[in-house]
């Protein structure tokens, strides 16, 4: 089998870098204030062995800016993003499309034809400088439809990642089966991953994945918990408290369960570091099948 490296974590990246005071706008506004630091940490995932170089544009959407400064700057923000992944050298670039209105929240997804005409005008950005599309933190199966439909307009490959609950890997944060969103994502994906959920449910939902016929992977968080305040209104990063019993080989070790269960991509979500995937990298590349 040949193991694909995703990068890890950005926008805790940042914040740790930087050392700014953390915004609702999260690695947005880092990448505004301190041009080239995105670049950086795309240059030290690659450095560690990431074979993809996944955009920081997760949270560029128009809902997330209004009210802000920022508000009027949206296509100028993607351009800024793309423009530090090419600065980073990076051979292989997923343009990353968010979720509408916040992570973790499928109740604040809109309905159909107001989703198709934000991720049209997203996929349409993305797609003239990318390799592959990325829908990330996918919640519910509506979100899964709605974000692969705007994907395949272009004629760009398309991956699904769907973030499960953190009780119940077979489950979407929807309550949805995860089989569920894998036959929408057999409509046109080219592969479907799971994201930004504990590692420790990730397992589960590779046993789904399995009866599938897309290659597929993982790339887990490293929070102790989805608070509650982070559920909120426009939350901020220091809502969310980094786990101390994930470090590079303790993270390895669960994505070995994943490659046992046939898994091909691996990768890192929040609070997942270079040296996170240095270690994915240094155990897994040129694994025999």
């Not at 919640?139 to 009780?167: G, N, Y």
């Not at 080219?190 to 994201?195: G, K």
């Not at 269960?261 to 694994?287: D, M, Q, W, Y």
């Amino acid at each position: 089998m040949t193991i694909t490296v995703l990068d890890g974590g950005m926008g805790q990246e940042l914040i740790r870098r930087s050392t700014d005071a953390p915004t609702p706008l999260w690695s947005t506004q880092v990448m505004i204030d301190r041009p080239g630091l995105v670049a950086e940490v795309h240059r030290d995932f690659a450095d560690a062995g990431a074979d993809i170089t996944t955009t920081n544009t997760y949270a560029i959407l128009r809902d997330r800016l209004v009210g802000t400064p920022h508000e009027g700057q949206f296509e100028e923000l993607y351009k800024l993003a793309i423009q530090e992944a090419k600065d980073s050298g990076a051979k292989r670039i997923a343009g990353s499309m968010g979720p509408i209105g916040a992570s973790y929240r499928p109740d604040l997804h809109p309905a159909d034809n107001v989703a198709a005409s934000i991720y049209n005008e997203i996929a349409d950005i993305l797609a003239p400088e990318c390799d592959l599309l990325i829908g990330e933190t996918v919640s519910s199966v509506a979100h899964a439809r709605s974000i692969l439909k705007a994907a395949l307009r272009t004629d760009l490959p398309v991956w699904l990642a769907m973030t499960v609950d953190d009780s119940d890997g077979t489950k979407l944060r929807s309550g949805e089966p995860l089989a569920d969103a894998m036959a929408v994502a057999q409509q046109g994906a080219s592969a479907i991953l799971v994201n930004c959920s504990t590692p420790e449910v990730i397992p589960a939902a590779m046993d789904v994945l399995s009866h599938g016929t897309l290659p597929f992977g993982a790339y887990a968080n490293g929070f102790e918990k989805i608070s509650d305040g982070f559920l909120k209104t426009k939350p901020t990063v220091d809502a969310l408290t980094a786990r101390r019993d994930l470090g590079p080989e303790a993270y390895a070790d669960h994505a070995a369960i994943w490659v046992a269960k046939g898994a091909t991509l691996l990768g890192g979500c929040c609070e997942v570091g270079p040296a996170h995937i240095a270690e994915l990298s240094k155990r897994f590349k040129g694994l025999a099948a």
